[in-house]
Structure formats: structure tokens, C-alpha cells
């Protein structure tokens, strides 16, 4: 059996999306369908659209999202119809030699659903991250599906799936931020925000926060950082130094995905500092560094997939941290928007005016 539902479709590269009719399959073996309550707009998804990703179009964008699960197939025994759960994009297979080595965050064999959605003239749609949630209902892998305290609203529970983990474990797991460190962040969109909350949550003492826009730079003070830097007119090699003694950050989060502002990141450090790399290049950037500079400066350069989190470990436990105050989920939606504004929402993220955009059914 299968259903159709409607769901945002990007057709083709730099072709504006369309909502389609989608047709989604009864879940199997492992599977489940979910009924989606909200799903953020994610720069991601705008890669994808621009085919900065990969060329498999056409995609079924959306990938931060939280929903109740419709039904699950075949062998599924941790997640049950009716269960509220944020999706994540990387269910984690128990495995694999990451896996084994009990160390599943990186884990090398993550599941998505078999089964493919389709148009209704057959087409394979490709689901962004394994997901595609801008979609009244979706079919993922069960394990793709965490449970969590039904009392947070979806659309900032949601959030949680993708940018807001990623920040905030960017600074907690990847960065391993400690208390009194000095950390920086490197573009103050919904992820850099994110790193600003994670590197507060941990006691970092400075908190520097750097964009080209003073609007985001605004919000990141709201956030938690501590000092900004407008990059389009200040240095932000030289401003950071400056504000920690000369020295550079303990931990710089770059959260752009520029080959500009990695380098940034590398040079804005203390020597044996952490860069970590959270925003996502395109296949075209390349990056040179002296390779002196590289061994002279120490320390640690890591990407941060998905803030190296665990999602059955990370997300109930950020999701307590809201309920009880220690930090605000919600500060991060800037507006609520319907299926058919996600073209308008990737034109207001492009503008700079949004930290996130949330599609709520
Ligand atoms: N690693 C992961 O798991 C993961 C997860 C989600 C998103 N991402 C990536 O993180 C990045 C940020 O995502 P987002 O949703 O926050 O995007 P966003 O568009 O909301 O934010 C980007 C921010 O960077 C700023 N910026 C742009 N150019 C800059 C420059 N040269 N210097 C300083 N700031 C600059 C913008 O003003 C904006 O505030 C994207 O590359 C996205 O694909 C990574
Ligand atoms: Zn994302
Ligand atoms: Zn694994």
C-alpha cells in the first residue's frame, strides 16, 4: 500500500522548488512513517536546491524536523505509533568498525529507509539527508526516529535535528569547550547561534562572535556571546587576538563553509587551539595553508558532523536543558511559514533576516 501526501520537491539546479504530490510507501522491515508537525528551513537544504551537494535531483528537501509516528514496519520495537520524535539523519548501525570501537557518533554505515518516495508519475525522489520532512508525512529508517517529551512545541523540538544540534555540539563534543575557555564562532546563522549557546552551556568565558551582518551579530549578543566582530569592517584575526590577550581563541568554530573564513578560523586560534569546521564546502573550494604554519601551530583542526552527537544521548537531555530554562530552543525560530513559502524562506536566509524559518502543518 501507499499513500500521497504533498511535499516540497526541488526539480532541478537553481530551479525554484515546487510542492508535488508525493507518494510514500507503507513502512518495511525497520521502517517508519511519520507524520510530520514541523521541519526548519536549513542552509543545507539551500545547497542541496543549488546542487552544492550532489546532482541527484530531484530532491525531497527538509531535514530538521519533529512529527508523531503514523506507523512502523516489520522488527521495529523502539519507536511505536503515536510516539512524538525529532528526526535525525544519522540512526547510527551498531556495526560498523566506528560503531564497534564504541565510538557511534562516527559511525561509517548510517541507516535511512530502503524504500524510495516517488512522484506520482513514478520518479525516485532523493530525501535531503535521508529525510525530507518539508512533507505532511515521510518515510525514514525507525532508527531515525527519537523520542522525546511530547510537552515541547514541534517546531522548536524540531530544530534539534539538525542546525541546532550541530552548533551546539560543535562547541560540547567536537570542540569539547571547556569551562573558562575562550571560544569563537565564525558566521551567526541558526548553527554559529547554536555554537554560541553550546559554548556558553560549558562555562566558556569569552565568547566572541563574528559575521558580516550587525542584524546576526545582534542576535548572537542575545545568544550569549560576549564581544562581536563585524568581519566586513574589522579583521577578525586581529580582533579576536586582541580580545583574548594576543593570544587567539582556545576554540574557533567555523560555522560558513568558506575556504575565507577556515582560514580565518585557523589564524584566529591560540597556538595548540581547536579549529572546528561545522559549516559545509562545496566540491569546487579548495583550501592552502602553509604546511609550516599547520605543524608550527599545533593543536587540533576537526569537523564537526551533526556536532558529533548522539541522538538518543543529545537530544533528550537538550530538550530537559530547555524545559528547564538553561537554554531557549525558541529563540532561534524567527517565523512559523506553510509549505508553500520555503522558496520565499531561502530567499529571506539568503537576505541575512531569519535565524530559521519553520514549516509547521
Ligand atoms: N556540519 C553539520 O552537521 C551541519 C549541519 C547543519 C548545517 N551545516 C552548515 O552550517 C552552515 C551554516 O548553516 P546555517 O543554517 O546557520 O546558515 P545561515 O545562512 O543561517 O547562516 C550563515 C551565517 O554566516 C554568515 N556569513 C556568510 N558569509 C560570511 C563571512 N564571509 N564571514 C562571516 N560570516 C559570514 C551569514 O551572515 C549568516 O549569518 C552551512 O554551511 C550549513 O550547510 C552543517
Ligand atoms: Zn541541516
Ligand atoms: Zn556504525
Given at each position: 500500500m501507499t499513500q500521497q501526501v504533498q511535499g516540497v520537491v526541488?526539480?532541478?539546479?537553481d530551479e525554484p522548488v515546487r510542492v508535488e504530490t508525493i507518494v510514500i510507501p507503507d513502512p518495511g522491515p525497520g521502517e517508519a512513517v511519520v507524520k510530520v508537525q514541523a521541519c526548519g528551513v536549513c542552509h543545507t537544504d539551500l545547497h542541496y536546491k543549488q546542487g552544492g551537494i550532489n546532482d541527484d535531483f530531484p530532491f525531497l528537501l527538509g531535514h530538521e524536523a519533529a512529527g508523531v509516528v503514523e506507523s512502523v514496519g516489520e522488527g521495529v520495537t523502539d519507536v511505536a505509533p503515536g510516539d512524538f520524535v525529532i528526526l535525525n539523519w544519522r540512526a547510527v548501525c551498531g556495526q560498523c568498525r566506528a560503531c564497534l570501537r564504541g565510538?557511534?557518533?562516527?559511525?561509517?554505515d548510517t541507516h535511512n529507509a530502503r524504500q524510495k518516495m516517488t512522484l506520482t508519475d513514478g520518479t525516485e525522489l532523493s530525501p535531503a539527508?535521508?529525510?525530507?520532512?518539508?512533507?505532511e508525512k515521510t518515510l525514514v529508517a525507525a532508527g531515525q526516529c527519537t523520542k522525546v517529551?511530547?510537552?515541547?512545541?514541534p517546531s522548536v523540538a524540531?530544530?534539534?535535528?539538525c542546525g541546532v544540534m550541530a552548533g551546539i555540539g560543535a562547541a560540547?563534543?567536537?570542540?569539547q569547550v571547556g569551562r573558562g575557555d575562550s571560544v569563537a564562532v565564525i558566521g551567526c546563522g541558526g548553527v554559529g547561534d547554536a555554537a554560541v549557546v553550546g559554548a556558553r552551556l560549558a562555562g566558556a568565558a569569552r565568547i566572541i562572535a563574528v559575521d558580516i551582518d550587525d542584524r546576526k551579530l545582534a542576535k548572537a549578543r542575545e545568544m550569549g556571546a560576549t564581544h562581536t566582530v563585524n568581519s566586513r569592517t574589522d579583521d577578525p584575526v586581529e580582533a579576536i587576538r586582541e580580545l583574548t590577550g594576543g593570544f587567539g581563541a582556545d576554540v574557533v568554530i567555523e560555522a560558513v563553509g568558506r575556504p575565507e573564513t577556515y582560514r580565518q578560523a585557523f589564524y584566529a586560534r591560540d597556538l595548540a587551539g581547536t579549529v572546528v569546521l561545522v559549516g559545509v564546502p562545496t566540491p569546487e573550494m579548495k583550501l592552502e595553508l602553509p604546511l609550516l604554519d599547520v605543524f608550527g601551530r599545533g593543536g587540533a583542526l576537526k569537523s564537526s558532523w551533526y556536532g558529533d552527537c548522539l541522538p538518543s544521548r543529545d537530544f533528550p537531555m537538550l530538550i530537559d536543558l530547555h524545559q528547564q530554562g538553561r537554554?531557549?530552543?525558541?529563540?532561534?525560530?524567527?517565523e512559523t511559514i506553510g509549505l508553500g513559502d520555503v522558496e520565499h524562506a531561502f530567499a529571506r536566509m539568503h537576505e541575512g533576516d531569519v535565524l530559521r524559518s519553520v514549516v509547521v502543518f
Open positions: 526541488a526539480p532541478g539546479r565510538r557511534p557518533w562516527y559511525c561509517f539527508l535521508g529525510i525530507g520532512a518539508f512533507a517529551d511530547p510537552a515541547v512545541a524540531g530544530l534539534l535535528g560540547i563534543n567536537t570542540g537554554i531557549d530552543l525558541a529563540a532561534f525560530v524567527t
